[in-house]
């Protein structure tokens, strides 16, 4: 899939379809995450969207839902993908959170599917509003707060290190073994991948492959 930083820099730039716009709060990585699978999944169809400063999508947890009314009107994009920390999303029933939170920005949910798996939350939805109706990914890193987690979850899976929970230990971890987040993702066995960051495989694993067409 191709991966853009700057969808809006010409009037003229055409993406492959399907286009799919990435919803997020600060997300450098979420960015690295999205870099790292695009590569794995690189015999996937479409253009993903990944803004450096979306300025109407700067925001966290599930007020990004927000944009994408103004990026629908705007733009014409039908699909999204909302990425966020677990620490947004702190309920016993976070799949009913979900549909809450949706409901509170006058969305109308059409199609709901939504799973658990080990503290990580992925979910696919159909909403619409007025005469719009696109479809949204969603999925919540971290088995107990952050997408750090995920990172080290990889780093366990795929060499056996034991690392500390904190920004800082991931930091560090990656600079003394002199590897980028993205290639993290990229490099490790699928299987480790996909034990790691389980639904942003599984919603990769979603989009039309260049053999099925």
């Not at 966020?84 to 029933?93: G, P």
């Not at 969305?107 to 939350?121: R, T």
């Not at 990172?151 to 899976?157: A, G, H, K, Q």
Request: glycine share 6%.
């Amino acid at each position: 899939m191709e991966l853009t930083r700057d969808p809006w820099s010409s009037e003229n730039i055409v993406f492959k379809d399907p286009v799919i716009f990435v919803l997020t709060g600060d997300g450098n990585l979420e960015y690295d995450a999205i870099s790292g699978f695009s590569q794995i999944f690189n015999n996937r169809k479409g253009s993903l969207l990944f803004p450096k400063r979306p300025g109407q999508t700067k925001r966290s947890g599930f007020s990004a839902v927000n944009a994408i009314k103004t990026l629908t009107s705007q733009y014409h994009y039908k699909k999204y993908l909302l990425l966020f920390d677990r620490e947004w999303c702190q309920v016993e029933d976070p799949c009913q959170e979900i549909m809450d939170q949706i409901a509170t920005f006058s969305y109308n949910i059409l199609s709901f599917d939504c799973k658990l798996y080990c503290g990580n939350i992925g979910a696919h939805m159909e909403i619409e509003w007025g005469s719009h109706r696109v479809t949204l990914d969603l999925c919540i890193f971290g088995k107990t707060r952050r997408i750090e987690e995920n990172y080290i979850d990889l780093i366990e899976r795929q060499y056996g290190d034991k690392i500390g929970p904190e920004k800082k230990d991931l930091r560090n971890y990656l600079a003394n073994k002199h590897i980028k987040p993205h290639e993290l993702i990229s490099k490790a066995n699928h299987a480790n991948t996909q034990g790691a960051f389980p639904f942003l495989y599984e919603i990769f694993e979603s989009y039309p492959s260049f053999n099925n067409l």
